[in-house]
């Protein structure tokens, strides 16, 4: 559910296009809210809102309570709903009419949604300094994955359901999966905090998460591990890392290698309404390139050792940001930096 808001979300900032949410993001968006405001309990012994009973992005763990990554997600839907009600109502009047009459939303409706965002709770660890992933996984034997016999891995295979379920071990990105999505909402100093808290109990026996990983540590200036991560994102399958391939291919790895290379190492962002580079390089590489389309115009960029290269084609200039430095791209024209 909250996944699908994101995407709404990254669209309007992606693409500069605001009517789809009128349109029909704001009814998706107010269903989800419903959802996640009578999904959560009030626990009086907090006096927090609880979410009781689910499975977050780690599938190694089911059933769990207050897992942090969907608290916050949920969290944020309501919020982002809340604010987008807001701004239809006001420049999207005949609309927001529209729309409230075809879901019944209330006012009464929006105060409960509010109450229970802003009366999230959050697992914390006062030792650790880091968000649990959810309430109780200090209470698991804490060993790491590199201190696992590697004759037991991968560990859905050698082991039974009981086993993995009490293990520490987190199949692909959960919290740091939070710290993908909303990375503006945290410092460099957080992320680095609970990066290097979870990705030791990381079993990566996902297609999901090494692209994620190797995004974050990029983002952490941590280039050589970033490699090893986008190694195992677009090598998995052709190496077998999981010994599954005869079931077929991860679709989500290819996406991954694609991530790991611009988000990751090329460090694309949209930031204040403009797109964002904070470009690096692995060592192991001469030079690579990728292209954006944004708002209907390509950008090509090429990073070498020397640089970063940029080539707009389309017909308006284009500002960008490069290392937190405005750049202005004019169409067919190459920029170096």
């Known amino acids: 559910n909250g996944a699908m808001v994101f995407a709404i979300y990254n669209y309007v900032r992606y693409t500069g296009d605001y009517s789809y949410i009128p349109e029909k993001g704001l009814e998706v968006m107010i269903a989800i809210a419903r959802f996640w405001q009578q999904r959560a309990t009030f626990s009086t012994d907090k006096n927090k809102y609880v979410i009781l009973g689910v499975t977050g992005p780690n599938e190694y763990e089911n059933n769990v309570n207050n897992n942090w990554y969907t608290n916050y997600l949920a969290q944020w839907c309501i919020n982002y709903c809340i604010e987008n009600l807001n701004r239809v109502k006001v420049d999207f ?113 996902s297609s999901l998460s090494p692209c994620v990983h190797s995004i974050q540590a990029a983002s952490l200036g ?34 991954g290698t694609w991530m790991s290379i611009v988000e990751g190492f090329g460090g694309l962002r949209i930031i204040n309404d403009q797109l964002s580079f904070t470009p690096k390089i692995p060592s192991q590489w001469s030079a690579y390139s990728f292209k954006v389309n944004f708002r209907n115009q390509i950008l090509k ?37």
């Open 93 to 205: 009047t005949e609309d927001y009419n529209r729309i409230i009459k075809k879901t019944n939303l209330t006012a009464s409706e929006i105060v409960k949604m509010s109450a229970v965002a802003e009366g999230m709770y959050f697992p914390y660890s006062e030792k650790h300094d880091v968000y649990l992933q959810q309430d109780g996984f200090l209470d698991k034997e804490l060993i790491t994955v590199s201190d696992l016999d590697p004759s037991e891995r991968p560990i859905n295979q050698k082991w039974s359901w009981d086993r993995i379920l009490r293990s520490p071990y987190i199949k692909q990105a959960d919290t740091l999966q939070g710290f993908y999505l909303f990375e503006d909402h945290f410092t460099k100093e957080q992320l680095e905090k609970h990066f290097d808290f979870y990705e030791p109990f990381t079993v990566h026996e």
């Open 222 to 255: 941590r280039v050589d591990q970033a490699y090893t991560f986008y190694l195992r994102t677009s090598r998995l399958d052709l190496d077998d890392y999981n010994k599954e391939v005869e079931e077929g291919l991860h679709i989500t790895s290819m996406a």
């Open 301 to 337: 960029v090429s990073v070498s050792h020397e640089g970063v290269s940029f080539v707009l084609e389309g017909s308006e200039e284009l500002t960008i940001l490069v290392n937190n430095k405005t750049i202005l791209v004019a169409p067919d024209n190459l920029i170096t930096v």
